[in-house]
């Protein structure tokens, strides 16, 4: 059982002293330190008290060791992302900190995309990615870059690195934004996300390429969904023409036709 640690730590983390939290929970310090200590065992009541001053869930404070959890897993415990509270499925996300205990940044490269379909949730598997840091993203949150490939994201180029923000309860993914989408059966796919969990349980995914039909997808078929962020490429998206400058392409292409037509009309007279 965590509970003695756990409030301990989210105490700290509030910066409150004992008196104010045993203030705040109208009991005496001596029994709250009594509680940090692990003298004595907190009561009903007072698991109840912990949890709503917290935000944190009791099954939480009791059974998870907040103390392994990174930064940004902490940041999102407080910001009331509790996957108990919810009541969404609990994603445990493999991920790996620098020296000074900070999120990287890991890389899946187009190489390593079959084995992270499959390895994503194991520690070891992440260990060995690559990675890196992009000083103005924040610190509070999880990111990974995945190399994606492909024309069905077109304008974005084939082999550009797309860094996705990890998405711990999906209801929040919100429609007409961009996905990193990981499935077992389609692995890892870049799509603007139509959000039909509410409704029929599912995500409609649609490629930036409108050649690609949009398609659903369950949710029990997803495994992991990182919203986009940003990416990184060497090329130079194609173009898209202003309407008028269209409107002149498709006028000069006509002219260039009429002519062509009539120079071989004249070739078939003489």
């Not at 029994?31 to 949890?51: D, K, Q």
């Not at 939480?60 to 108990?84: A, I, K, M, P, W």
């Not at 409704?199 to 369950?218: A, C, G, H, T, W």
């Amino acid at each position: 059982m965590y509970f003695s640690s756990n409030i301990k730590l989210m105490r700290k983390r509030k910066s409150r002293t004992q008196d104010e939290v045993a203030h705040a929970l109208k009991m005496k310090r001596s029994t709250l330190s009594g509680y940090e200590n692990e003298v004595s065992l907190p009561t009903v009541n007072a698991l109840i008290a912990f949890s709503k001053y917290f935000g944190i869930a009791i099954d939480t404070l009791v059974l998870v060791n907040l103390e392994s959890l990174s930064e940004s897993q902490l940041s999102q415990l407080e910001r009331g992302g509790d996957v108990y509270l919810k009541g969404s499925n609990i994603r445990v996300l493999a991920t790996t900190v620098d020296s000074k205990n900070e999120e990287n940044i890991e890389l899946v490269p187009e190489k390593a995309k079959a084995g992270y379909a499959t390895g994503f949730a194991d520690p070891e598997f992440i260990k060995e990615l690559p990675v890196f840091s992009l000083p103005f993203l924040s610190k509070q949150k999880k990111y990974r870059t995945f190399q994606l490939t492909g024309d069905s994201m077109l304008p974005i180029p084939h082999g550009a690195w797309v860094t996705g923000e990890f998405v711990q309860d999906w209801n929040t993914i919100v429609s007409g934004h961009g996905y990193i989408i990981l499935t077992l059966d389609e692995g890892i796919v870049f799509k603007i996300v139509e959000n039909l969990i509410k409704k029929e349980n599912s995500l409609r995914l649609y490629s930036l390429n409108p050649v690609y039909e949009p398609y659903d997808i369950p949710v029990n078929e997803v495994k992991e969904v990182w919203k986009f962020i940003n990416y990184i490429s060497s090329e130079i998206p194609e173009p898209v023409l202003p309407q008028d400058e269209l409107l002149k392409t498709v006028a000069s292409l006509k002219k260039d036709m009429s002519l062509v037509k009539s120079k071989l009309s004249k070739s078939k007279e003489k």
